[in-house]
Every structure is written in C-alpha cells, then in structure tokens.
C-alpha cells in the first residue's frame, strides 16, 4: 500500500481478506503502512509524515486521491487499532487477541524495532495473518521469510551514461529535488523533463503524464539509457510507451528508490522514486550514483 494510505486502501483491504478466507475462513488483515526510515510513523491509530498527521501534507491535496483523515480506522472502516510492538511476543498476544476472523487491525509503529516485531509475528501466524504495509514493513517480511542469507546483487549495466529524469509528480518535495539539481548547473549525460504545474488542478495527471512519455521515448531514441522517474503516473506511462512490462529488481540506489532493469524491448537501467519520498538532495544522489565512473 502507499505509505501515505493514497488509493483505494479500504477495497484493497477487503478484497484481500475476501479472497484468503475463500481457503482460511478465520483470516484477518494487519495494517501498518509505517516506513520511519522515510519519516512515515503510526502513532496512536494516526499516520504522521515527519511527525506531521498526513492530511496536513501533500498527500492530503493529491489531485487524485486526497486522504482526508491520518487515522487508520477512518481509512479502513472498522479498524482496531493496537500499540506498538516491541518484541514478537507483545505483537503475537496482541494479534492473536484480536484476530477475530475478518478483522483489521491498525497497528501503530515508530521504529525499525516495531516492524521487524511485527513481520515475525505475522509470519508466526502463517496464512492466517494478512500483512498490509508499504515498504517499511515489506522490508522486515522479507528477511523473515528469507530462506537463504542475501547474495549481493549486480548492478545494472550503465553503458552510454545518459540519463533522462522525468518529473510528473506534482509533490513539493519531487519540485524542490529537480530544482536542486537544475541549481547545481547543467550537466550533459542528464536531461530533465518536468510536467507543467497545474494551475488550479485542472489538468489531468494521467495526460499530463502521457505527454511526458512521449518526450521520453525521443531522448530514449536518441541514446538515453538510464531513466529516473518521481512520481507513479509518469512511471507507468513512460514504461507503457516504451513497451516494458517486466523489470528485473537490483537492489537500491538509495533508500526507498529501487533500482531495477527492463528486459524487452531493450535494456535500460531504471530508478523509481515516489513524489513524496526524500530530502532535497536526494535526486542529486541518486544520479550520482547512477552516472558514477566506474
């Protein structure tokens, strides 16, 4: 999920418990959309970004899907909301109190220490819990499913060097990044691509994001192999455009923005960064990792 709980959170939430009690009848789901490494916390049933509740952030002005409200059960009809966790028995007793068939439980978390409690006691649980998360705690299930110890990853081959950032997110924190980085000066290997502001929000972000596409597949053709893109609508329109539906996952270049590699057509070396995430810097080190000499 989104970890400031845009989109349709509620439907995904039941059409997922829905589903699982087709095969487990006393399934319930466990919400926690926290990520403190990105200044996403829960607190007391309320989402706060940078200590902030989310509805007085951008998120609570997205031209798409504004959230109203930073409690979790306003969200999610229904909700129970549970304390954070320190240790994976305080998250087992109080999962397993409340996990009455079909429930939802919000569940507050401050630190890395919450979620890794959290993703051991969901996994305790088997099929019968339903982790609901955004990257924070999806990082914390994996290490607790991991079979195997992690093998480093291989970075994607960063042949011609030339960069293409696309910015179709409308969040302040995406515009002070580029702005960031257009200050620094211009710098050959990068082309930055921007979709216009929309005034009064009467522009649609899936056009908007489309026409950006269209400008990426001509800096593509003309030797672009590496794409950083901020902001999903203009990642999903510039992959479609350029006909890639499989990407091979890397690792990260930093933290929140993976790094991944398309397949076919042609490979190219791709970032994604949500609009929201980082600090103004961020960009700039992305690219320089990306664009590094080797």
């Known amino acids: 999920m989104d970890s400031t709980l845009r989109g349709s959170v509620a439907a995904q939430v039941a059409g997922a418990l829905a589903e699982r009690r087709r095969t487990h009848p006393d399934a319930f789901a466990v919400v926690c959309p926290a990520y403190p490494a990105m200044g996403r916390t829960v607190s007391g049933g309320a989402l706060l970004v940078d200590g902030v509740p989310v509805h007085e952030t951008a998120a609570g002005t997205d031209p798409v899907t504004p959230v109203t409200t930073p409690r979790l059960a306003d969200l999610v009809p229904g909700g129970i909301t549970l304390p954070a966790p320190d240790t994976c028995a305080d998250a087992l007793a109080a999962l397993d109190a409340h996990g009455e068939p079909g429930a939802v439980l919000c569940v507050d978390a401050t630190t890395e220490q919450h979620l890794a409690a959290l993703a051991a006691a969901v996994t305790g649980l088997g099929a019968r819990a339903i982790p609901v998360g955004s990257a924070g705690l999806a990082r ?155």
Do not use: Y
């Open 140 to 294: 914390h299930l994996a290490s607790a499913w991991r079979a195997e110890p992690t093998r480093a990853t291989p970075r994607a081959p960063l042949s011609g060097r030339r960069a293409v950032v696309v910015r179709s997110s409308a969040n302040a924190a995406s515009r002070e990044q580029v702005a960031r980085l257009l200050a620094a000066g211009p710098d050959p290997r990068v082309t930055v691509l921007e979709a216009p502001d929309r005034a009064g929000g009467d522009r649609d972000p899936v056009a908007v994001a489309s026409e950006l596409a269209g400008r990426v597949l001509t800096e593509v053709a003309a030797g672009a192999d590496t794409l950083v893109l901020l902001g999903g609508d203009g990642a999903e329109a510039v992959l479609d455009r350029l006909g890639h539906t499989t990407l091979r996952v890397l690792g990260s270049v930093v933290e929140g923005v993976p790094l991944l590699q398309t397949t076919t057509p042609a490979p190219l070396t791709v970032a994604t960064k949500a609009g929201g995430f980082g600090a103004a810097d961020t960009l700039t080190a992305i690219l320089e990792e990306l664009l590094e000499e080797e």
